[in-house]
């Protein structure tokens, strides 16, 4: 058996064992989180190491861009181009004429932004990492500080789950069994959700606000607690800011009767739900991603963040909110990115607007692109434009990667990447506190190689000679852990190395227990910093305007991928065939579609067509696409075809979702 970690970008970061053959893997029970379960895009990993589409050496563009006709090159070759094409760039038009896009396909701490020492050299466009949750972060950190949770192994002892925007029987699956041991001894399970997801299945209570709504929602339940003398008054003066204004400005605003216009839910249901999160001890509110990609994004994470304010429930030693881990981790994200080779500021640029940047008629023209861990042809909105971008004859692009994908399609070279047993790495994550390492457990297949080397070896021949470009792998982790009183004891920083999973849980088990990081030490109910960048002072709701007379779409993360990594081999899977456009039976109705049948879906600025099925599981008035994957068995449009680059309230976050639409099932009408 051999030590591992899932890298795909899920919170759960599992802990592997692999079979000496190769040919499966499991859970490993060392962790507690992990359980010794692995999901079954976990368990598929082997056939992504050994997949036949995998390329087994460097490609170089034999055809027009998009077609994927490419001839094999050595590495010399290609790397000798990519530093000539560097070079070039660099020296006629300056560092902002490169543009590095990177995301989360593995989420090793090294392998993840591995071009970054390069790029900071280089003084290269900086990308703001905002595709997965930027309004989230950004509003959970105005209220709370930093982006810490509960710890997740807890929630077994919880009385009331309220899992809010999320799905975690598909995208955190290692939370279920906490979240099942507290529901068989008397927990109740409720889950805030348009639409019937699997998790629903699990819970005693469901919810369905329109979405985009939630906010308001939120504010209802703190009307409630307030009007009826539930809130803790001497928590909410010791340790919070701006209570009395939002009681003022804000909450009257929010009468459950109001919130069941606004969102739908039942005014009975609202002050039911608040009166039974006043009465439990150890409530959770777990807050799913999927919320941070609406219009009012920002503003919805910060009432969700001050919600267990407004009991105390962040003073208690069980309970409180769980979202995102990812700021608990002892690392020195500075080393790691080698931000000190950095001569001068680096121009940024927001990943989700990758379509206007990639303009020719941008007022500055990017002429070299790399593009690692992501496929932004299928990920990123407003794919028309990225892929016009990509089409484009002046810029030249490099791609790393396991499979051509959507993105590697329209690569003037591109790079074969190992897999995470074929290199080394540290994993963070953002699902709980477990730290862990994993050596390489195999010889790379083919002629892969890590990002990290493929980094590293390009700065060479740009005669970059910092150490941090000859460095392994295991090197420059040490080097990013951090050791002693703010980081790990000894025993732990042995552990580690050795490959055992550590739990680096800060300060016990409700990491707000002891305070707040902001600048005050409080939760930040009214935030003098927004109101300085002239942003709302206060958490409040932001009308959606979807009150038309199209759909609203969301699309939901899938069951069985994990975003588009796993698609390449599983193209030809019924899992893969099964997912489709999904249509509550009244709105099929009025726009006359039946189950298996192909619409055309058209927003404000493009269409494309899918399969509907029709299912009750949707609300009515939404459609709910499953995943970002192509909807063709061949590389394909997604269901970013349909969306926009427009940014959300804060956070330079993204508008994936609470889009309208109008599905047609003739093509000719207009
Ligand atoms: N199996 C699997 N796991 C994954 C991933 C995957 O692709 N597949 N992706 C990973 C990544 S990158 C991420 S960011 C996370 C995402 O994790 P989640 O946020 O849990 O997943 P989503 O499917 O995006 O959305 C969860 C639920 O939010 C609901 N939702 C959508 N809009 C609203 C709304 O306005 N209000 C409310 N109350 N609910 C709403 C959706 O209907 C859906 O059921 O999962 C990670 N894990
Ligand atoms: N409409 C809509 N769009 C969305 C979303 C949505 O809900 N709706 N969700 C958004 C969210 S939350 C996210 S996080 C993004 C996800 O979108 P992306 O960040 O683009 O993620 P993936 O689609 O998983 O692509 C990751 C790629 O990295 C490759 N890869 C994996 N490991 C390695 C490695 O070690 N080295 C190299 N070089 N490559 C590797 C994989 O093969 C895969 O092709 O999509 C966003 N886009
Ligand atoms: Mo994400």
């Known amino acids: 058996m051999y030590k591992t970690v899932c890298p795909y970008d899920c919170p759960d970061s599992c802990s592997v064992l692999v079979a000496a053959d190769y040919k499966s893997c499991r859970g490993d029970p060392d962790n507690s989180y992990t359980q010794g379960f692995l999901c079954g895009k976990g368990r598929r990993y082997p056939k992504v190491v050994f997949s036949p589409e995998r390329f087994p050496t460097p490609l170089r563009r034999s055809g027009p ?400 000679s910092d150490p941090m470009f000859y460095c392994s792998a295991k090197d420059l982790a040490q080097q990013a852990v951090r050791r002693g009183p703010d980081g790990l004891n000894e025993a732990n920083w042995q552990a580690l190395w050795q490959g055992k999973p550590v739990k680096v849980l800060p300060k016990g088990a409700n990491p707000f227990a002891h305070g707040f990081s902001t600048s005050s030490g409080k939760v930040e109910i009214y935030s003098a910093a927004l109101a300085a960048q002239g942003l709302p002072p206060l958490p409040d709701y932001i009308p959606t305007g979807m009150d038309r007379d199209g759909l609203t779409l969301i699309s939901v993360h899938p069951h069985e991928f994990i975003n588009t990594s796993q698609v390449p081999l599983a193209r030809g899977d019924k899992c893969y065939q099964d997912l489709a456009a999904l249509f509550n039976p009244a709105d099929a109705a009025t726009f006359g579609l039946t189950s298996g049948q192909q619409v055309q879906l058209k927003s404000d600025s493009a269409e494309m067509v899918v399969t509907a099925k029709i299912t009750a599981a949707v609300l009515q008035g939404t459609v709910v696409i499953q995943g970002i994957v192509p909807v063709s068995a061949v590389p394909g449009p997604t269901v970013n075809t349909l969306t926009s680059q427009e940014l959300c309230d804060f956070g330079l976050g993204s508008t994936f979702s609470g889009i309208e639409v109008y599905p047609m099932t003739d093509p000719f009408k207009t």
């Open 65 to 464: 861009k998009g077609a994927g006709i490419f001839r094999a090159i050595t590495w010399d070759e290609a790397l000798a181009e990519v530093a000539a094409q560097t070079e070039n760039t660099w020296d006629c038009y300056g560092g902002s004429a490169i543009l590095p896009y990177s995301s989360a396909g593995t989420m090793g701490v090294i392998q993840g932004r591995a071009g970054e020492p390069l790029f900071n050299a280089l003084g290269a466009l900086r990308l703001q990492d905002t595709i997965c949750s930027a309004a989230g972060e950004m509003g959970f950190n105005a209220i709370l500080g930093r982006r810490l949770s509960a710890d997740p192994e807890t929630v077994s002892d919880g009385d009331l789950i309220i899992i809010w925007g999320a799905n975690p029987a598909s995208t955190r699956q290692h939370i279920m069994p906490f979240i099942l041991s507290a529901k068989r001894r008397g927990a109740q399970v409720v889950v805030v959700d348009p639409y019937q997801s699997r998790t629903v299945r699990w819970a005693n209570w469901h919810l369905r606000p329109r979405p985009g709504t939630d906010t308001a929602l939120v504010l209802g339940l703190m009307y409630v607690l307030w009007h009826e003398g539930l809130v803790d008054k001497n928590y909410l003066r010791t340790y919070t800011i701006g209570f009395p204004e939002l009681v003022k400005q804000v909450l009257p605003r929010f009468t459950p009767s109001q919130v069941e216009t606004i969102t739908g839910v039942p005014a009975a249901e609202v002050t039911r739900l608040a009166r039974a999160y006043a009465a439990a001890q150890a409530p959770f509110l777990l807050v799913g991603h999927a919320l941070s990609r609406y219009q009012g994004a920002g503003q919805l994470f910060r009432a969700l963040a001050t919600l267990p304010a407004l009991l105390g429930v962040y003073g208690r030693e069980r309970g409180g909110i769980i979202f995102s881990t990812s700021q608990g981790f002892p690392i020195d994200w500075e080393a790691v990115y080698g931000s000190d080779l950095c001569t001068g500021p680096r121009k940024e640029f927001n990943m989700l607007e990758l379509g206007k940047a990639l303009d020719p008629d941008a007022a500055e023209t990017v002429r070299l692109l790399f593009v690692y861990n992501a496929n932004p042809a299928a990920t990123c909105p407003d794919q028309k434009a990225v892929r016009r971008g990509l089409m484009r004859t002046d810029l030249f692009t490099v791609v790393l990667e396991h499979f051509v994908t959507e993105t590697a399609l329209y690569a003037d070279i591109l790079l074969p990447a190992t897999t995470a047993w074929e290199h080394a790495d540290l994993y963070t994550s953002y699902g709980h506190y477990w730290l862990q390492w994993a050596d390489k457990i195999m010889s790379p297949r083919g002629q892969a190689r890590s990002n990290c080397h493929i980094f590293q070896q390009l700065a060479r021949r740009l005669g970059f």
